[in-house]
């Protein structure tokens, strides 16, 4: 670990050198479990440049798909997806979907095909 960069803006922060944010992450680990318990859930990280948003989002990536007891037992697929200027809602929903679906066994693959129809064929969605 000695040339690991805890300033890569790319990685998620080294969980010892990550600073702060501990009511934020409670309170999306919160919104989070609301899904577990079948109602829909969003948040919006806001903040200056720089200031830790990425850092966030991806601490809260790794903690929804830990499955950590202490923390909800979330155990959810996460997808990370950067839209571009201008690009459409549903290329971007779609995008995030079937990077969700690459991670899903060949049985829930299945099963999905079976209840969604002409949206989702070969384990992939078009939209
Ligand atoms: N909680 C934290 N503790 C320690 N370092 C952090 C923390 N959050 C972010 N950093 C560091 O600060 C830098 C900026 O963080 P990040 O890229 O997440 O900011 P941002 O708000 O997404 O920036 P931008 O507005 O440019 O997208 C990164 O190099 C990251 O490693
Ligand atoms: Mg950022």
Known sequence: MADYNPFNPNSVVTPTLFA???QQ???IVNKLSQVKRGMSSSFFLHGER???KT???KLIISIAESGNKNLK???FLTSYYSAEKGQHF???LQAS???LTDKLPSSSIKRLS???GDIFKNGKFSL
Do not use: F, M, P
């Open 20 to 22: 702060g944010r501990t």
């Open 25 to 27: 992450v409670l309170h």
């Open 50 to 52: 720089g200031i830790g």
């Open 55 to 57: 850092a966030l989002a």
């Open 73 to 75: 037992d979330l155990n």
């Open 90 to 92: 549903t290329s971007v």
């Open 97 to 99: 979907l079937n990077q």
């Open 114 to 116: 079976e209840r969604l």
